[in-house]
């Protein structure tokens, strides 16, 4: 079992990992240094050896922006990593892969003063390439928001 978080290092948060065996023991424990205050979005298995993790980073710019990274589970380390470019505030809220191995990187788009969002949602192919983009209209009053597909890979 590997749990995936963020904790506060130097005043930033910083991802963490931890690995427990199948009798409740701690094996390993690791943070990542990082030069920005990086929040875990979520975490979804791609296949048996690869995991997404998406996370909301705060740059040097003092906007928030998603990240996302494909993750070896056993070795840790990334095959690729996709930051998402954007002039507005975003939040990494979930990572869905569906049937077909596409990535779903649902977000929050803030207005400028954080007060209302739209969901984002961006589509990827498993190798991190962008296939589409789309805010989406809701409600001013909208507050929860979560992705999935169906049988026939509608969202």
């Not at 003092?62 to 975003?90: G, Q």
């Not at 191995?101 to 954080?114: A, E, H, Q, T």
């Not at 969002?117 to 928001?145: A, C, H, M, R």
């Amino acid at each position: 079992l590997k749990i995936y978080g963020s904790q506060i290092v130097d005043e930033k948060y910083s991802p963490f990992n931890i690995v427990i065996d199948k009798n409740g023991i701690e094996k390993i424990s690791d943070y990542a240094f990082t030069v920005y205050s990086t929040l875990l979005g979520d975490i979804m298995e791609l296949d048996d050896k690869n995991a997404v993790v998406v996370e909301t980073i705060l740059g040097k710019s003092e906007k928030y922006s998603i990240s996302f990274y494909k993750v070896n589970i056993e070795t840790n380390s990334k095959a690729w990593t996709k930051n998402i470019e954007s002039k507005n505030n975003e939040e990494a809220n979930q990572v869905h892969v569906s049937r077909d191995k596409n990535i779903l990187v649902l977000g929050k788009r803030y207005n400028d003063d954080l007060s209302q969002y739209s969901p984002i949602l961006y589509k990827y192919t498993s190798g991190g390439e962008l296939v589409w983009s789309k805010e989406v209209d809701v409600p001013k009053n909208f507050f929860n928001q979560y992705v999935c597909t169906d049988k026939k890979e509608n969202i």
